[in-house]
């Protein structure tokens, strides 16, 4: 019988208005009914919604929840990060998400960081084990890669430099995971990969995410989805059983947990959680 209390985190964005705060409160408010190991939130190109990140994981703090926070290196500075590792270690963040990030539009190349492993070497050279690093994984290869092999390296790399554990870019096609992990495996990286879920709400939204992150989406999925035209009561009801039975797959063969996209909305996480038994 499968253990009902299987890990599960989630992710958010820090929102841009009044209403969006009050909104994402609501919506955590639902979502901690799933107890989340965590719950973390992501950083803009560049820092740049840096105070909303760190206001966002504060809150999710104060409601006595783990919290973590995305932290990305692109055009930083040492000095800018030893600050910002300062701020977050004084508001008791014990956990991050440490990335490259992407570069804000109009911006040269900049900053004393190239790479994720770059960052995550330097926290740990900084602040020794008071963080957890969770870093990013990619099972249908990092858009930017020139090979899977050298994107598989790149992964090693920022294990080896103290990464803890990953969560993975989003995908639909488990047998991508499961080749990723048994790949890092076999090179001697062995730490939990965690799957990143994303919830299928709307058709065009998730064509457009996934073009510009490189996760594929499978041609049958495609498909089914563009046969529903604009009936989004039919979109959410396959993309429900389509993710479900992704999931289940997963935990079946022996994933970790599950890191859930939320795009700060709980119906459908909450929803694939519940015929998870979760």
Same mark, same amino acid.
């Given at each position: 019988?499968?253990?009902?209390?299987?890990?599960?985190?989630?992710?958010?964005?820090?929102?841009?208005?009044? /209403?969006?705060?009050?909104? !994402?409160?609501?919506?955590?408010?639902?979502?901690?009914?799933?107890?989340?190991?965590?719950?973390?939130?992501?950083?803009?190109?560049?820092?740049?919604?840096?105070?909303?990140?760190?206001?966002?994981?504060?809150?999710?703090?104060?409601?006595?929840?783990?919290?973590?926070?995305?932290?990305?290196?692109?055009? $930083?500075?040492?000095? @800018?990060?030893?600050?910002?590792? %300062?701020?977050?270690? =004084?508001?008791?963040?014990?956990?991050?998400?440490?990335?490259?990030?992407?570069?804000?539009?109009?911006?040269?190349?900049?900053?004393?960081?190239?790479? %994720?492993?770059? !960052?995550?070497?330097?926290?740990?050279?900084?602040?020794?084990?008071?963080?957890?690093?969770?870093?990013?994984?990619?099972?249908? =290869?990092?858009?930017?890669?020139?090979?899977?092999?050298?994107?598989?390296? %790149?992964? $090693?790399?920022?294990?080896?430099?103290?990464?803890?554990?990953?969560?993975?870019?989003?995908?639909?096609?488990?047998?991508?995971?499961?080749?990723?992990? /048994?790949?890092?495996?076999?090179?001697?990286?062995?730490?939990?990969?965690?799957?990143?879920?994303?919830?299928?709400?709307?058709?065009?939204? !998730?064509?457009?995410?996934?073009? =510009?992150?490189?996760?594929?989406?499978?041609?049958?999925?495609?498909?089914?989805?563009?046969?529903?035209?604009?009936?989004? %009561?039919?979109?959410?009801?396959?993309? !429900?059983?389509?993710? =479900?039975?992704?999931?289940?797959?997963?935990?079946?063969?022996?994933?970790?947990?599950?890191?859930?996209?939320?795009?700060?909305?709980?119906?459908?996480?909450?929803?694939?959680?519940? @015929?998870?038994?979760?």
């Amino acid at each position: 019988m499968t253990p009902t209390r299987f890990p599960v985190s989630i992710e958010f964005f820090p929102p841009k208005t009044p /209403e969006g705060v009050e909104k !994402l409160r609501v919506v955590r408010q639902q979502l901690y009914a799933l107890k989340p190991e965590f719950c973390s939130v992501t950083f803009g190109a560049g820092g740049s919604t840096q105070e909303g990140t760190f206001s966002t994981v504060s809150a999710i703090l104060a409601e006595g929840v783990p919290a973590v926070s995305h932290f990305s290196c692109i055009g $930083a500075t040492r000095e @800018r990060v030893r600050e910002q590792l %300062a701020i977050l270690k =004084t508001m008791g963040v014990n956990r991050l998400v440490a990335l490259r990030g992407d570069l804000p539009s109009g911006y040269g190349t900049g900053g004393e960081f190239h790479y %994720a492993s770059d !960052l995550v070497a330097f926290i740990r050279s900084e602040t020794g084990d008071d963080f957890h690093i969770e870093v990013a994984a990619y099972p249908e =290869t990092h858009p930017q890669a020139k090979s899977p092999e050298s994107d598989l390296k %790149a992964f $090693a790399a920022k294990v080896h430099a103290g990464a803890n554990s990953a969560i993975t870019q989003y995908f639909y096609n488990p047998d991508a995971y499961f080749r990723f992990v /048994e790949e890092a495996d076999a090179i001697g990286v062995q730490v939990p990969v965690v799957p990143g879920i994303m919830p299928i709400a709307s058709s065009s939204q !998730l064509m457009r995410f996934s073009d =510009t992150c490189g996760a594929e989406i499978p041609r049958w999925i495609r498909l089914r989805l563009q046969s529903f035209g604009d009936d989004t %009561a039919s979109i959410k009801a396959f993309g !429900l059983d389509v993710v =479900t039975d992704l999931c289940e797959q997963l935990r079946s063969g022996g994933a970790p947990g599950l890191h859930f996209y939320s795009m700060n909305q709980s119906v459908a996480t909450m929803e694939i959680c519940r @015929r998870l038994g979760l």
